[in-house]
């Protein structure tokens, strides 16, 4: 498992930690991507192609070493699941995870030009969303191929132990 940060946090986010946890105690390996910009101590996000280019970079580096010839799942949490599904078919994940997807910005949800569903509905593997029930930034749909998961709480998916055993579910109908 490949999993990305939001545009706003690092790694240690409580729900990518909570995932981590959910794929170790599934026997998987997990590999944690800070994004570039964060390793040069920047808060911005630098533009989505350089951010998709770095993805897949760091996810073929894994494929030539220590994840040579393994299904991967990649993910992440908010801006990190939108990278994991715009680079899905370029770096040949069996699976995606998405965490907090942000279906639109906030206050936004009138605006079909500010949808970024697009880039969800654009995978071709397996997707599952886990989503705050109150997140601001909307809710995306089920759709074939894809579960939707509600969870307490809103955007930041604090409630950890949710955020596990959903994962957990469904990391065991994958393997």
């Given amino acids: ?62 494929r030539a070493g220590s994840l040579d010839g393994l299904p991967v799942v990649a993910g992440g949490r908010s801006a990190g699941a939108r990278v994991a599904c715009r680079t899905s078919e370029v770096t040949g994940a069996a699976a995606v995870l998405c965490l907090a997807f942000p279906v639109h910005p906030p206050g936004k949800a009138d605006d079909p030009s500010k949808s970024r569903l697009g880039e969800l509905d654009a995978v071709a593997v397996p997707v599952l969303v886990v989503q705050g029930e109150r997140d601001p930034f909307g809710m995306p749909p089920d759709a074939p191929g894809r579960s939707v998961i509600r969870v307490p709480g809103d955007h930041s998916l604090r409630d950890a132990a949710a955020v596990r055993n959903v994962v957990s579910e469904w990391l065991a109908t994958l393997l």
Avoid: K, N
Avoid at 35 to 48: D, F, K, L
């Fill in 1 to 62: 498992m490949v999993l990305g940060h939001g545009a706003g946090g690092g790694v240690e986010a409580p729900d990518l930690v909570s995932v981590t946890e959910a794929a170790l105690d599934a026997h998987l390996s997990v590999a944690l991507v800070e994004q570039p910009y964060r390793v040069a101590g920047r808060r911005s996000p630098a533009p989505a192609r350089q951010l998709d280019s770095a993805w897949i970079a760091v996810v073929d580096q894994l």
